[in-house]
């Protein structure tokens, strides 16, 4: 299996909801990403997940939080958006450091989001 | 800081034409260099990848040359076919680390 999985495919929100993305691999990859990508844009790094310890976090604002509770899966929790947040969230996965040199990044298909 | 410019923005090819896509690089460091292609809707997905050790990498109908005095390097996408209309970014990596830095990307047309 080498997918990464990511629900929901569409998300509309209110600024004042809490919400959750969710991403998932059965690759046995030890890094875990979030990005942000605007229309037009190339991806923007989030976070980095590795070995399910928060490795990196790009200044990313506090209403966005990751979440990573198995080597597996990844969540993204989202409270109090801006109408600006809204982009293609998407999830990746690595072999991670450990596991040798390969660093390939895999992306899942993204999560659409709307803040109203 | 933008550490991997890439160009053109756009291109318009012919089906069976030739598509090229340049990117050059600052960070010497880098040691790793992914292509992405990205449809509508998408995630990226890695299309190709070349290490600075090698000048050139064939795949199928696409092949990254590698200069790696100049810093830079580029994706020729050879008998270009309407499937390969898609966004394609360059990226740079230290093969070590977890970060990749992205071109700006280069939306590829391919008229029937």
């Known amino acids: 299996d080498t997918e990464v999985t990511q629900t929901p495919k569409h998300l509309v929100m209110g600024m004042t909801n809490k919400k959750s993305l969710k991403c998932e691999q059965h690759?046995?990859?030890?890094?875990m990403y979030w990005y942000k990508q605007k229309a037009k844009k190339p991806p923007e790094l989030m976070f980095v997940?590795?070995?399910?310890?928060?490795?990196i976090n790009e200044s990313v604002p506090s209403r966005f939080s990751p979440e990573c509770p198995n080597s597996s899966l990844l969540n993204l929790h989202l409270h109090a958006l801006q109408p600006e947040d809204s982009a293609l969230y998407l999830c990746?996965?690595?072999?991670?450091?450990?596991?040798?040199?390969?660093?390939?990044?895999?992306f899942g298909p993204g999560t659409r989001l709307t803040v109203l | 800081q933008q550490q991997v410019k890439q160009s053109p923005q756009s291109l318009i090819v012919q089906k069976g034409g030739i598509s090229i896509i340049n990117c050059a690089y600052e960070?010497?460091?880098?040691?790793?260099f992914p292509w992405y292609q990205q449809f509508p809707g998408k995630g990226p997905a890695l299309l190709i990848a070349?290490?600075?050790?090698?000048s050139e990498k064939k795949e199928g109908r696409f092949t990254i040359s590698f200069n790696k005095s100049a810093k830079q390097f580029s994706l020729h996408i050879m008998d270009s076919q309407p499937g390969d209309s898609a966004t394609y970014f360059c990226?740079?990596?230290?093969?070590?680390?977890?970060?990749?830095?992205f071109g700006a990307g280069t939306t590829v047309t391919v008229r029937a």
């Open positions: 990746a996965s690595s072999q991670g450091l450990a596991g040798g040199p390969s660093n390939e990044q895999f």
């Open positions: 690759m046995g990859h030890r890094a």
């Open positions: 997940y590795s070995y399910e310890k928060l490795s």
């Open positions: 960070n010497t460091a880098f040691d790793y």
């Open positions: 070349i290490r600075p050790d090698v």
């Open positions: 990226a740079a990596q230290i093969i070590n680390d977890y970060k990749l830095s």
